[in-house]
């Protein structure tokens, strides 16, 4: 299971960075190919009865760089998103992570 690797890894390093304080909110980044329905139900199953239980996660989508092959511009998007520019296929250069930790708040408790 791809998504529970990735939530699971997620969880522990939110854990070592929260240093025992209690998370408000977290927003969980997801590369292309993780699906969020999923990531949420695992991250849900994994903070079940611990202190992130009832932090806020906002979902976001990480895009990767890519640049197009038949006129050079770099744009953002998913490893089969056309160039905005010219619509030939693009090659990606910066490919997203498939989950990182944008941010969290430390509850003011």
């Avoid at 990735?6 to 209690?22: F, T, V």
């Avoid at 089969?80 to 997203?96: F, M, N, Q, T």
């Amino acid at each position: 299971m791809h998504e529970q690797e990735l939530m699971a890894e997620a969880l522990k390093i939110l854990q070592s960075l929260a240093d025992g304080e209690s998370v408000g909110e977290v927003e969980i980044v997801l590369g292309p190919g993780v699906h969020k329905e999923e990531a949420a139900r695992i991250w849900a199953a994994l903070t079940r009865d611990t202190p992130l239980a009832d932090a806020h996660v906002v979902w976001e989508q990480a895009l990767g760089l890519l640049r197009c092959g038949n006129c050079g511009h770099e744009y953002t998007g998913d490893r089969l998103e056309s160039c905005p520019y010219c619509g030939s296929d693009g090659v990606v250069i910066e490919p997203a992570l498939p989950v990182s930790l944008g941010r969290w708040v430390v509850d003011a408790a």
